[in-house]
């Protein structure tokens, strides 16, 4: 089993910044790709960064340039530094590790809530 713990979400003014962590605990014995989700009210949930077990990222084009995602030196900790936030940001992002040879499951964590205000 792995259990995935966020923090860093909180309310923040447009053009500030916010980083967001994701810790994975348990059953971890491999670096899996692992991304960033975020779904506002009444949308799907979207695909905000990812990166893959070497260090490969991909971005959404609304953040490209604004969003960075990266690893922690412990490796099973990610990041996503989020700069000139906007309110269009604003959504419950949600970290998610993919299945790799630890494991064959996908694993999500609770949230955490970015409101921008105007």
């Known amino acids: 089993q792995v259990h995935l713990e966020e923090s860093g979400g909180g309310l923040v003014q447009a053009g500030g910044s916010l980083r967001l962590s994701c810790a994975a605990f348990?059953?971890?014995?491999?670096?899996?790709?692992m991304g960033w989700y975020r779904q506002a009210p009444g949308k799907q949930r979207e695909l905000v960064a990812a990166i893959t077990s070497d260090g490969g990222t991909n971005y959404a084009d609304s953040v490209k340039g604004r969003f960075t995602i990266y690893r922690g030196s412990a490796k099973n900790t990610v990041y996503l530094q989020m700069n000139t936030l906007k309110p269009e940001d604003t959504a419950v992002y949600y970290c998610?590790?993919?299945?790799?040879?630890?494991?064959?499951?996908?694993?999500w964590g609770q949230g955490t809530q970015v409101t921008v205000s105007s």
């Open positions: 998610k590790r993919e299945p790799g040879s630890d494991s064959l499951y996908t694993y």
């Open positions: 348990g059953s971890i014995f491999s670096i899996n790709a």
